[in-house]
């Protein structure tokens, strides 16, 4: 069955950085464009990132463009987000989505949980 | 950014009853509008998609309809498994933007 399991979440202070990782198995990785989506406490989803099969393409939601870094490696059957300068309204459970079709998120990973604070 | 709206924010509703939650997008997105159930500490789960194709092993007395800027989310009988928050997504354009949510809650 598919998996998606998140790991690399905790707690950083502002300006500092971070790398989630998210380890995927029970289909096959490299056919499917992967995602991050974000929840921060008490509120809604908030879509992050997302990228192509063969890493050809990427996007990003203006709010964390230019500091957070997308990337897989279809070897290793994994999806990365590396986020840097972090901020406290970055403070959220990341989670890993596959994507299919138009943007739809079949599947997610349990999530982990990045707490920026002082 | 094409933002979504959904009401209500929240709804009371008894077991057996028939709910339906509305999402409008600023802008037209044709049907690419997907529905999301969420339990605490859970995950979000994909419902809907496409506006009205039903995810594989949801049941069938979840469905969704529209097309455009107006889209709904009706539970036919709710269950008590049901009692769950409800988000839309659009998914025409990036940023894939979801409303603020639906809490249903047993009355």
């Known amino acids: 069955q598919v998996q998606l399991v998140e790991s690399g979440g905790g707690l950083v202070k502002p300006g500092g950085s971070l790398r989630l990782s998210c380890a995927a198995s029970?289909?096959?990785?490299?056919?499917?464009?992967m995602s991050w989506i974000r929840q921060a406490p008490g509120k809604g989803p908030e879509w992050v990132s997302y990228?192509?099969?063969?890493?050809?393409?990427?996007n990003y939601a203006d709010s964390v463009k230019g500091r957070f870094t997308i990337s897989r490696d279809n070897a290793k059957n994994s999806l990365y987000l590396q986020m840097n300068s972090l901020r406290v309204e970055d403070t959220a459970v990341y989670y890993c989505?596959?994507?299919?079709?138009?943007?739809?998120?079949?599947?997610w990973g349990q999530g982990t949980l990045v707490t920026v604070s002082s | 950014d094409i933002q979504m709206t959904q009401s209500p924010s929240s709804l009371s509703a008894s077991v057996g009853d028939r709910v339906t939650i509305t999402c409008r997008a600023t802008?037209?997105?044709?049907?690419?509008l997907n529905w999301y159930q969420q339990k605490p500490g859970k995950a979000p789960k994909l419902l809907i998609y496409?506006?009205?194709t039903l995810q594989s092993g949801v049941p069938s007395r979840f469905s969704g309809s529209g097309s455009g800027t107006e889209f709904t989310l009706t539970i036919s009988g709710l269950q008590p498994e049901d009692f769950a928050t409800y988000y839309c997504?659009?998914?025409?354009?990036?940023?894939?933007?979801f409303g603020r949510g639906t809490k249903l809650e047993i009355k």
């Open positions: 989505a596959r994507r299919v079709g138009a943007a739809n998120a079949d599947y």
């Open positions: 029970g289909f096959m990785f490299s056919d499917y464009y």
């Open positions: 990228i192509t099969t063969n890493s050809a393409y990427t």
């Open positions: 802008q037209g997105i044709d049907i690419y």
């Open positions: 496409a506006a009205s």
């Open positions: 997504q659009q998914s025409d354009t990036a940023p894939y933007n």
